[in-house]
């Protein structure tokens, strides 16, 4: 994951305020939950309908979308249009 514009970095902001880059709180987040981004994407069986699912957690930077979980997302619709999957 990238963070192409700076996010959290405001120059207004006080350097000994204890606020964190996005890049540390993204790997934080990472120890944190286990997880490597904010959705995981697979396929599967629902009884026994074939599907293509995606579940975003909140606990990771409140399910934010950025542009790993965008990716994987649009690889994921993708993935179940050309396969006919719900």
Do not use: C
């Amino acid at each position: 994951s990238t963070d192409p514009i700076e996010f959290d970095r405001n120059p207004t902001k006080k350097k000994d305020s204890g606020e964190r880059d996005y890049n540390h709180r993204l790997h934080s987040y990472q120890e944190e939950t286990g997880l490597t981004e904010a959705v995981q994407t697979g396929t599967g069986q629902l009884n026994g309908i074939p599907l293509a699912i995606g579940v975003m957690d909140f606990k990771f930077i409140g399910g934010s979308m950025g542009s790993v979980v965008g990716e994987k997302i649009t690889r994921l619709i993708e993935y179940a249009t050309k396969k006919f999957l719900p």
